[in-house]
């Protein structure tokens, strides 16, 4: 399999790079930009992406590169910053701009070169940077250009070594991806043969010459867990797979009994743990998000160490993804922890369990896939994201059972509200919160002093930056009267407008 390698200098694109090379069919990889020349030549890459990054070159500390890098013979393509580093490097000039140049410009092509091959000489494309090349190293030629910068895209005559100032892996450079494919397949030469077919012929006979004991699943009702659990009951066999689903409390209205039937739908055994009083008697009092993160993990961990003693297993399968990798090594150094999400890090010794992560190197909407062609249901596999806390962290303040239910009974109207308007497709995660105050309202002819419920429902990609969803008003108006009058202990319905960032999509 041919393989692209993006290097990451901590641009917010990086992922996005690697996606659209993988929806070119080609399988790509992201490495931090300070790894090892060594370890750059093992990886054998057929080609090498420089992404971009928000520092200056000539900043102290900035990151760079081993120049040797640029002798390999592996065609490589510097973005933004990828294109300013390469230039310092070679004995170009990058000067510092006043003023941040973002947002769209008009890229006029200038060269007839392969990495424009059926671009228009005039087009769209999306700029985020600071500092321009001003001086292009020898050895160099000028591509294109824009009415602010001269240098838009350079190459080097004799080897395939390209730099553009653009970004072209973000949708509104119009021909961002014709031009990535340009460099995939016209330069480098490299042949699609990523897909999840053939993903899942691999990885089904890696499972099958690694794992060679029993496997205990978790699956927490979601679409990776389940779809992780369904690829190693084929790749292994129904006898040596165990999927286990804990009940911890925190779950939506009727999730057991939807899991549970769709288990059964597709012929498959689950083992069913109804340990929601542990849960919630470990969470009593407790009202910090993180620490509930904590207990909510802790928990899991003692309930799968119980049962995976019941299964004599050796190992544990979690359907890790590949964001959740990359934003564990990416090229950021140690960044502040936002939330803790999964557990990337490994397992606690006292499990005593190897941990099984096939989808280590997949994106979510490459798991829906897998799932599709594995014969999970579409209604299944479309289901919007639930955190792994669960409603822990959409109860604000006192986590009870009473509040809980509160919560659900709210959460079920307004999805299925979504069905029944056609809108649950439209909208990439959508729930409601229970907040920690309580309004004064009036009902007949009584004053009313009851709960508060905000409703939140984004768009987004990939959940690392999303916008609020503009309702009708209409639907707002049927969904909160609903919720008013049917849902005991609820006077007041808000919903919330805030994007990611600043805030962030759950609110714990
Ligand atoms: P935030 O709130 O960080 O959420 O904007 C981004 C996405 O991640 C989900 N999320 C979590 N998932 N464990 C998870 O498995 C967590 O602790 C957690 N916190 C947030 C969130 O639902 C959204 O899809």
């Not at 292009?136 to 070594?161: C, M, R, W, Y």
């Not at 639930?386 to 409603?391: D, K, R, V």
Request: proline share 4%; aromatic share 10%.
């Amino acid at each position: 399999m041919q393989k692209v390698l993006i290097l990451d200098f901590g641009s917010q694109y990086t992922q996005l790079i690697a996606r659209r090379v993988r929806e070119l069919g080609v399988y790509s990889e992201i490495l931090p930009c300070n790894v090892d020349i060594k370890k750059i030549q093992d990886y054998s890459a057929s080609a090498i992406i420089l992404s971009g990054g928000p520092s200056s070159v000539f900043e102290e500390g900035a990151p760079t590169l081993d120049k040797k890098i640029f002798e390999l013979g592996v065609p490589i393509l510097g973005i933004c910053y990828g294109l300013q580093l390469t230039s310092h490097l070679l004995g170009g000039k990058v000067v510092s701009s006043q003023h941040r140049e973002y947002g769209r410009a008009v890229l006029k092509v200038l060269v007839n070169d392969t990495l424009f091959d059926g671009v228009p000489k005039q087009t769209n494309v999306w700029m985020s940077h600071g500092d321009r090349v001003e001086k292009i190293p020898e050895g160099f030629v000028k591509l294109a250009e824009t009415s602010s910068i001269p240098f838009g895209a350079i190459k080097h005559t004799d080897s395939n070594i390209y730099g553009v100032q653009f970004h072209p892996e973000v949708h509104h450079s119009d021909f961002g991806k014709k031009i990535l494919g340009n460099f995939i397949f016209n330069v480098s030469g490299i042949k699609a043969d990523w897909d999840m077919a053939n993903f899942i012929k691999m990885e089904t006979q890696r499972l099958k010459d690694t794992v060679k004991g029993g496997v205990i699943c978790g699956v927490s009702g979601g679409v990776d867990s389940t779809v992780c659990a369904v690829l190693l009951k084929n790749a292994l066999g129904d006898d040596k797979v165990f999927p286990v689903f804990v009940n911890n409390g925190l779950l939506r209205k009727n999730e057991a009994e939807y899991v549970k039937s769709l288990f059964d739908s597709m012929g498959y055994k689950l083992y069913y743990y109804d340990e929601s009083e542990l849960f919630l008697k470990n969470l009593k009092g407790v009202d910090d998000p993180e620490k509930k993160r904590k207990i909510i993990g802790h928990t899991f961990i003692d309930v799968f160490y119980k049962a995976s003693k019941s299964f004599s297993a050796e190992y544990l399968a979690q359907g890790t993804l590949y964001p959740d990798v990359i934003e564990s090594v990416s090229f950021k150094g140690p960044s502040a922890t936002i939330k803790t999400h999964h557990n990337v890090g490994g397992l606690p010794d006292k499990l005593n369990l190897k941990l099984v992560e096939p989808f280590r190197e997949l994106f979510k909407d490459e798991v829906r896939e897998v799932g599709r062609q594995l014969g999970v249901p579409e209604e299944f596999i479309m289901r919007h994201p639930f955190p792994g806390p669960g409603l822990a962290v959409r109860v604000l303040g006192d986590l009870t059972k009473e509040r809980l239910d509160v919560l659900r009974d709210v959460d079920d109207i307004f999805i299925s509200m979504l069905f029944k308007h056609d809108l649950y497709s439209k909208i990439w995660q959508a729930f409601s919160v229970l907040l920690p105050v309580k309004s004064v309202g009036v009902m007949g002819d009584n004053r009313t002093y009851e709960n508060v419920v905000a409703l939140r429902a984004v768009t987004s990609v990939d959940g690392m930056t999303a916008d609020w969803y503009h309702f009708p008003h209409n639907f707002l108006a049927e969904v909160s009267n609903r919720i008013i009058n049917e849902v005991k202990g609820v006077n007041r319905v808000c919903y919330d407008i805030s994007s990611k960032p600043p805030a962030t999509i759950e609110w714990e």
